[in-house]
């Protein structure tokens, strides 16, 4: 079962992946192309998606609006790991008081929702796709922090760690050598479910205007559009709105099938 969920999660990401790095060389349509005379348009051979209010092309605005989420994703999940995963094997590490700050440091910042953390970046900076990476980032360290704290502590206690120490090699060098590769798998599980959140968190920024700004296409975005024309052209809506729900289940299908793997791999250790 568990491979079943890699192979069509892993497929599903995959096809957006792919998607998303097509469009950076070729889409049907210029993204960013009017043609009010087509405007409104069902799907038809010229445009399988349809077009817009202003005539511009689907596809080829959900081919580009894939960069923005994916980027926007990865980024986000980036900065959360350079911050969360130092701060959760630091407090593993020196337990403690340093814990403690550390990890109550953690839940003040998971207090802030990254609509809430984008609103005040918004506040300062203005919106954008820089916004949505910061404020989806500052949501995902805390969470990242506190799965490698977890799963650290968890491997201090193992008697080759034990033993690193009693032969006389520093935290920071049981952590880099004993430590870190050992929680990997962790590691890699949580940032692929956190990717799938980033990419909801992207489009939910997006669809409320504090994500990616015109003419970027953005998923959000255009379902915020397409609420306006929900009658006239329902397609407007489905089309983007299936193709974040794509996004998120290849990721989480890929994530579960991965956390399935590993903790069997686990238990055969034990």
Sequence with gaps: MSLLRIIVGGGITATVLLMAAVSLLWTPYAPTGIDILHRLAGPSSAHPFGTDPFGRDVLSMIMVGAQNSLVVAAVAVALGCVIGVPVGLIAAARRGWTEEVLMRGADLAFAFPALLTAVMLTALR?????????????????????????????????????????????????????????????????????????????????????????PMPSWGRMLNDAQTYIYTAPLLSVFPGFAIAAAVLGLNMLGDGLRDVFDLKRRRRA
């Design 126 to 214: 203005g919106p954008g796709a820089y916004t949505a990476m910061v404020a989806i980032g500052i949501f995902t360290a805390p969470v990242l922090a506190r799965v490698t704290r977890a799963a650290a502590s968890v491997i201090w206690v193992q008697d080759f760690a034990r033993a690193a120490r009693a032969l006389g090699r520093g935290k920071p060098g049981v952590t880099m050598v004993h430590i870190l590769p050992n929680i990997t798998g962790v590691l890699i599980v949580q940032i692929t479910i956190q990717l799938s959140l980033a990419v909801l968190a992207e489009a939910a920024l997006s669809f409320v205007g504090l994500g990616a700004q015109p």
